[in-house]
């Protein structure tokens, strides 16, 4: 079984500051790895897939990169609205996946 | 546009079950599977399983086996969950998502709340 952690568990930061989290994942996942943002009483939103591919409609602002067991989701200049939890997911141990515990970006 | 539309909250005692519907719209519903994740409140998000929508085959999480059915209706696009045995800890909000296998996924329910009280 693939275990994904991330960290940090919180990152503070202030709207306009770069967000770098990181996911690492206890096997190698090749590059099918995926970012998503959930906002409270939301649903996961996806935003990269891929390790380093953006989904349809996300802003440049977001970009992924890493593969094997280590990878990072940056946020480039933090909006209002980017506040919210980040998931991280491997898809590449089929018939299983695993979701890291989150990463939940607040304002500082 | 893809939609999936789940049922509506549910609460339910310890020892019952309970069945989640997922109906989807806007694309070819025997063209995707269907995967159901879990989120326990203030935690993280959780797979429970995937059920193709062309030929029935699942795969579902180990600590669940036994417990859990996924079934679909093709007549109607709809993908289900059943839940057995419930207990405490199975209290969560419930997402169907298209697709599974090595994708990620684009398009979520709206999620269903399943609470197991007592």
């Known amino acids: 079984e693939i275990v994904m952690t991330q960290s940090p568990a919180t990152l503070s930061v202030s709207p306009g500051e770069r967000a770098t989290l990181s996911c690492r994942a206890s096997?190698?996942?090749?590059?099918?790895l995926a970012w998503y943002q959930q906002k409270p009483g939301q649903a996961p939103r996806l935003l990269i897939y891929?390790?380093?591919t953006r989904a349809t409609g996300i802003p440049a602002r977001f970009s992924g990169s890493g593969s094997g067991t280590e990878f990072t989701l940056t946020i480039s200049s933090l909006q209002s609205e980017d506040f919210a939890v980040y998931y991280c997911?491997?898809?590449?141990?089929?018939?299983?996946?695993?979701f890291g515990q989150g990463t939940k970006v607040e304002i500082k | 546009q893809v939609q999936l539309v789940q049922s509506g909250a549910e609460v339910k005692k310890p020892g019952a079950s309970v069945k989640v519907s997922c109906k989807a719209s806007?694309?070819?519903?025997?063209?995707?599977?269907i995967s159901w994740v879990r989120q326990a409140p203030g935690q993280g998000l959780e797979w429970m399983g995937w059920?193709?929508?062309?030929?029935?085959?699942?795969n579902y999480a180990q600590k669940l086996q036994g417990r859990v059915t996924m079934t679909t209706d093709t007549s109607t696009s709809t993908a289900y969950m059943e839940l057995r045995s419930l207990r405490s800890d199975d209290t969560a909000v419930y997402y169907c998502a298209r697709g599974g296998g090595d994708t990620a996924v684009a398009y979520w329910g709206q999620g269903t709340l399943v609470t197991v009280s007592s």
């Open positions: 096997q190698s996942v090749s590059s099918n």
């Open positions: 806007g694309y070819t519903f025997t063209s995707y599977g």
């Open positions: 997911q491997q898809y590449n141990n089929w018939p299983s996946w695993a």
């Open positions: 059920i193709s929508a062309y030929n029935g085959n699942t």
């Open positions: 891929g390790a380093s």
